[in-house]
């Protein structure tokens, strides 16, 4: 991400570990950026909803909890990931088609949020009813045609 070649000018990653987000961060801080890196103190690289995560942007370093979302804490194998491609896939189509499960919502809008609030520079509470709108409203989905149909032109 460092070294992204096309220089975007807003930036979220998600790291494995603390000391790398810490470095990420002390290195995005010498930039132009607006940045957020995330990690969530049991190991995801995003926001799990199952523990704190710790948030350092251009603007702050924070601990943030579901509770901060509105959201009740959940047990990892709420979120648990499909266990090859197809299945990963069939997950991923079942949320952004608006017919995931709560706890599977709750996660992609948590870091949907977090990635709109880095380019509108708005809380991510506030951000985090954007991302709820856009994946219930089916706009989650068109955008996603919208880039499946630029691909195929390419």
């Not at 704190?52 to 979302?69: A, D, G």
């Not at 896939?89 to 017919?99: L, T």
Request: with cysteine; glycine share 6%.
């Amino acid at each position: 991400p460092m070294v992204n070649p096309s220089f975007p000018k807003n930036q979220m990653v998600g790291v494995f570990n603390l000391e790398l987000a810490r470095m990420y961060g002390y290195l995005s801080q010498n930039t132009d950026k607006n940045f957020t890196i995330l990690h969530a103190l049991d190991g995801y690289d995003e926001i799990s909803l199952t523990c704190e995560t710790k948030v350092i942007s251009n603007k702050t370093e924070t601990m943030i909890t579901p509770e901060y979302f509105g959201v009740r804490k959940l047990k990892q194998e709420e979120i648990a990931g499909g266990d090859s491609v197809e299945s990963s896939s069939k997950i991923f189509m079942n949320v952004i088609s608006g017919h995931g499960t709560e706890a599977q919502n709750n996660v992609v809008c948590a870091n949907a949020a977090m990635a709109i609030a880095t380019v509108k520079q708005i809380e991510p509470s506030e951000a985090f009813e954007l991302a709820k709108e856009s994946l219930k409203s089916g706009k989650a989905l068109a955008k996603l045609k919208a880039l499946q149909s630029i691909s195929n032109e390419l």
